[in-house]
Nanobody, 127 residues
């Protein structure tokens, strides 16, 4: 059974930083890309960042490029999301998802099943 547990969300002022963590279990972590997605109230799910299985390639949405980074530690079965230069529009629930969400959506026109998502961690950017 896939288990993904996010942590690190908080209330932060604009311009601030946070580091989110996602600990994985129940699957072979080193075999999968991992994705961070987010969903703000009343808005669609947005993929934020993707890292391939060995960490040699990363991808970022235009909205976060240059501000967020997505390292992973395969020895700890953990993927991170470093959020710098936070803006109010970054306020959302952030989820880690097993696999490459962008590729999955392009092929199937739907998101991966929710059983492959974590429970989410809330990031609120406000002064």
């Amino acid at each position: 059974e896939v288990q993904l547990t996010e942590s690190g969300g908080d209330l932060v002022q604009p311009g601030g930083s946070l580091k989110l963590s996602c600990v994985a279990s129940g699957f072979t972590f080193t075999s999968y890309s991992m994705t961070w997605v987010r969903q703000a109230p009343g808005k669609d799910v947005e993929w934020v960042s993707i890292i391939v299985s060995r960490g040699q390639r990363t991808y970022y949405s235009d909205s976060v490029k240059g501000r967020f980074t997505i390292p992973r530690d395969n020895a700890k079965n953990t993927v991170y999301l470093q959020l710098d230069g936070l803006k109010t529009e970054d306020t959302a629930m952030y989820y880690c998802v097993m696999g490459d969400v962008r590729k999955y959506y392009a092929e199937r026109n739907e998101f991966p099943p929710r059983k492959n998502w974590g429970q989410g961690t809330q990031v609120t950017v406000s002064s």
